[in-house]
């Protein structure tokens, strides 16, 4: 049985919401730099800093990070494809990091976007957005950010769907 | 994919793929941190029975970017002096630990004959067997005019509509075996230049036309000139008169290179006798992409261990 979470207007708000949160947690310091993960992350980060910058006139950037050389089970899963990692010119030293996911589960996908970050320079700040944080973490990890907290079974799959990718915003649950 | 032994395995979805992660380890080498954490904790050991410069070192540099542990044999100076056989070799080294075994070794064949023959566990990579295949050679050199000829854009795509004039000592040559297969699965046109000496008889399997001289191969204004190494350690008798009428009629030289399109480049696997199959104004003009091939040699092998590390079958 499927079930919808979360509608458009729903992920609308709660993405606002997100982006008054950030703006406040700066206190007036600027340079802020949306890191998306792929797939979906990138899309959600894109839209949060046009927000963030609606909100409080500012400069802010956005890339994306790949971290699936930095995934720690690697040698247990068949291989998967690598994107592209992009990140401003001017580097990430002395920025205030927001790194943006779709899904929190398990906490390991943060893990090795810290790890990745820690390669790429270092930042001041590194935060953590996510749209849906659906519990279950297997390490010491917690969202700063969070669009929706929703409990889930173990067994359950959550899918989330972004218009630039999937044609439509929505969350369910299957 | 568990093991890389000839570029007959590569599907053109699978080499995209591997030229793909390869574009993005290029983007790691530029970083002040040129490592990834992603073989911590294994070791590769390469294995070479005949003499390497650039595929050693540049499997080494692959290893260690990814935080492998590496050991390397080199068949001088070990118990192969004493008649230790391969297959007690290779189980040996992995006894040690061995994760993945990069294996160069004089006589055809001999890669897939230690996959084949289940001698050992670990991953096993043809760094270049005899005059058979060099896969990741093959590799790189697609990567290499990927990148020169499809520039921002590259990324996903294979290489249709290129036209490739491979040159020279195509008999003794791995590198235009495992050449002319890839290029052919990645959809580009192969033409191949030898004198009749140094063509292979099995050319017909190669899906590649034949002309008899580098300048009939010229005017068809290929973009990309592959010159090869003419192998003299693996000659021994006159495959062709003397070197001056090879290089007179099949090197590479700044009139044939004249008559090329200057978006057209030259490539050389390495390592080159400069004055016989390739000018040294050829190889240091701005056509030449010789440096550029060992530059992203490092970059597809880390692809490839990275592409073989998930399969254990």
């Known amino acids: 049985m499927m079930r919808i979470v979360l509608t458009k207007p729903d992920i609308d708000r709660a993405l606002k919401r997100i982006a008054h949160e950030i703006v406040e947690s ?122 929706k907290n929703l409990p889930t079974s173990t067994s359950e799959r959550v899918n989330v769907s972004i218009a630039e990718v999937d044609d439509r915003d929505e969350v369910s649950i299957a | 994919m568990k093991h890389l032994i000839s570029t007959r395995d590569l599907t053109s979805d699978k080499a995209v793929a591997i030229l793909d992660t390869a574009h993005d380890m290029v983007d790691v080498r530029s970083r002040d941190v040129k490592k990834l954490p992603t073989l911590r904790g294994k070791t590769v050991a390469n294995v070479f029975f005949e003499d390497s410069t650039r595929t050693r070192l540049s499997f080494e540099a692959a290893a260690l970017a990814l935080s492998a542990d590496v050991t390397t044999f080199t068949a001088q100076g070990s118990s192969v002096s004493k008649g230790e056989s391969l297959k007690d070799t290779l189980q040996t080294l992995e006894a040690m630990g061995a994760d993945f075994i990069v294996l160069r070794h004089s006589h055809s064949g001999v890669a897939a004959t230690v996959v084949n023959n289940g001698w050992v566990d670990a991953h096993i990579i043809n760094a270049g067997d005899g005059t058979h295949e060099h896969p990741t050679q093959a590799l790189l050199d697609a990567f290499t005019m990927r990148s020169r000829l499809r520039g921002e854009t590259a990324r996903g795509m294979d290489l249709s509509g290129i036209a490739v004039a491979i040159v020279g000592d195509i008999l003794h040559s791995r590198v235009a075996r495992s050449n002319a297969l890839l290029l052919r699965t990645l959809g580009a046109s192969v033409t191949l230049a030898a004198p009749q000496t140094l063509l292979p008889r099995e050319i017909g399997g190669w899906g590649a036309t034949v002309v008899s001289t580098l300048d009939e191969a010229i005017e068809t204004r290929p973009d990309v000139v592959m010159t090869l190494r003419v192998q003299k350690e693996r000659m021994s008798s006159g495959f062709f008169p003397s070197e001056s009428e090879f290089s007179a009629l ?56 990275y592409t073989l590390m998930g399969d254990s079958r």
Do not use: C, K
């Not at chain 1, 979906?40 to 909100?55: M, T």
């Open chain 1, 26 to 147: 700066q206190r007036g310091r600027f340079g802020l730099v949306f890191l998306g993960i792929p797939t979906r992350g990138v899309h959600l980060a894109r839209r949060l800093a046009r927000l963030v910058a609606d909100i409080e006139p500012q400069e802010v950037q956005v890339g994306t990070l790949d971290v699936t050389m930095y995934r720690d089970d690697l040698a247990h899963q068949s291989t998967r494809a690598t994107v592209a990692t992009d990140i401003p010119a001017a580097g990430i030293d002395g920025t205030t990091v927001i790194l943006v996911d779709d899904v929190l589960f398990s906490g390991r996908t943060v893990r090795a976007a810290l790890d990745a970050i820690t390669a790429l320079g270092r930042p001041d700040v590194v935060r953590f957005a996510v749209l849906v944080d659906r519990g279950h973490r297997e390490l010491p990890i917690r969202a700063d950010f969070v669009g």
């Open chain 2, 250 to 305: 099949w090197g590479m030289n700044d009139s044939r290179l004249s008559r090329l399109p200057s978006t057209s480049i030259v490539m050389h696997p390495g390592p080159m006798n400069r004055g016989l199959e390739i000018s040294g104004s050829v190889a240091d003009s701005a056509q030449s992409t010789v440096t550029e091939q060992v530059a992203n040699g490092v970059a597809i092998r880390m692809a490839v261990l």
